[in-house]
Nanobody, 118 residues
Framework: QVQLVESGGGLVQAGGSLRLSCAAS????????MGWYRQAPGKQRELVAT???????VYADSVKGRFTISRDNAKNTVYLQMNGLKPEDTAVYYC????????????WGQGTQVTVSS
């Protein structure tokens, strides 16, 4: 099992910034993808950004140029720097850890609320 602990959500005005962190522990693997997904009320969970253990990143079109994902492999921690926040970024943000071992397993954090006021 992999445990994920998220932090950094909160309330911010439009145009502001927040930084999310997610630390993984337990049965982590050197080959993995960590990322952030979000779910707004009444909507499906969607990808925000991912980064693999080699540092390659993927971003949703809606956040390109505003959000930056990074990671510290030594700490098994992923970060999401969110700048230029918009009201439509309001959602619960979930950390995801995809472990590649004998099998591929997905683990999820408990979620952290991000609210952007207009």
């Amino acid at each position: 099992q992999v445990q994920l602990v998220e932090s950094g959500g909160g309330l911010v005005q439009a145009g502001g910034s927040l930084r999310l962190s997610c630390a993984a522990s337990g049965s982590v693997s050197s080959i993995n993808v960590m990322g952030w997904y979000r779910q707004a009320p009444g909507k499906q969970r969607e990808l925000v950004a991912t980064i693999n253990s080699g540092g390659s990143t993927v971003y949703a079109d809606s956040v390109k140029g505003r959000f930056t994902i990074s990671r510290d492999n030594a700490k098994n921690t992923v970060y999401l720097q969110m700048n230029g926040l918009k009201p439509e970024d309001t959602a619960v943000y979930y950390c995801n850890y995809r472990r590649f071992a004998l099998t591929i397993n997905d683990y999820w954090g408990q979620g952290t609320q991000v609210t952007v006021s207009s």
